[in-house]
């Protein structure tokens, strides 16, 4: 049974940091492309970051520079560390992953999502 479990979230100030993790389990980790996305109330769901099956990541213009995602293979999750949070950045954070399965289907997952909350 595939699970994404998100954790990490909750309520910081203007100017702080957390750190989301996302433990995954059920299917190859180490072969999906991992992504954080995040939706704020009245909001479409938009892509915060990305993570390729070999590292690569890529970032929203609107939050490079202050959000790192990174991913342990052998612990089967990925992270995203958030610096210079803004009130802007209050969402409902989701892991997501994406790839195929040992037939070649391809499949995405998705979490149930975690809450950051940023106001002084």
Do not use: H
């Amino acid at each position: 049974q595939v699970q994404l479990v998100e954790s990490g979230g909750g309520s910081v100030q203007p100017g702080g940091s957390l750190r989301l993790s996302c433990a995954a389990s059920g299917f190859t980790f180490s072969s999906y492309a991992m992504n954080w996305y995040r939706q704020a109330p009245g909001k479409e769901r938009e892509v915060v970051a990305t993570i390729s099956a070999g590292g690569t990541t890529n970032y929203a213009d609107s939050v490079k520079g202050r959000f790192t995602i990174s991913r342990d293979n052998g612990k089967n999750t990925m992270y995203l560390q958030m610096n210079s949070l803004k009130p802007e950045d209050a969402a409902l954070y989701y892991c997501n992953a994406n790839g195929y399965d040992w037939i070649r289907i391809k499949r995405v997952y998705w979490g149930q999502g975690t809450q950051v909350t940023v106001s002084s």
